[in-house]
């Protein structure tokens, strides 16, 4: 089974930007379509963008379009997340997800298989 893990939280003023990485270890991420999910205090996690396993095909929540950015590389074995012209109600613990099926990009956090640990994003106002 694949195993992930977060890095590039941090605390980011409005207006700034963050680059999360998802990497994977276990087994290839080429087999696997990935999401970008995040959970504010008291929110449910909501999906932020999914990109299928060529990494040709990505799909973003409508609150994040034009300023977050998917992307994978599967030589690396890695999921990318650019996050620019933050705000604060992008603060959230943000998490990478792995599903092994193929087809359209589920938004639905039940359908995703495996989790990383999250990682703190935090934007000041």
């Known amino acids: 089974q694949v195993q992930l893990v977060e890095t590039g939280g941090g605390l980011v003023q409005a207006g700034g930007s963050l680059r999360l990485s998802c990497a994977a270890s276990g087994r290839s991420l080429s087999n696997y379509q990935m999401g970008w999910f995040r959970q504010a205090p008291g929110k449910e996690r909501e999906f932020v963008a999914g990109i299928n396993q060529s990494g040709g095909t990505t799909r973003s929540a409508d609150s994040v379009k034009g300023r977050f950015d998917i992307s994978r590389d599967n030589a690396k074995n890695t999921v990318a997340l650019q996050m620019n012209s933050l705000k604060p109600e992008d603060t959230a613990v943000y998490y990478c997800?792995?599903?092994?099926?193929?087809?359209?990009?589920?938004?639905?956090?039940?359908?995703?298989?495996?989790w990383g640990q999250g990682t703190q994003v935090t934007v000041s106002s």
């Open positions: 997800a792995a599903r092994g099926a193929v087809g359209t990009i589920t938004i639905n956090s039940y359908t995703y298989d495996t």
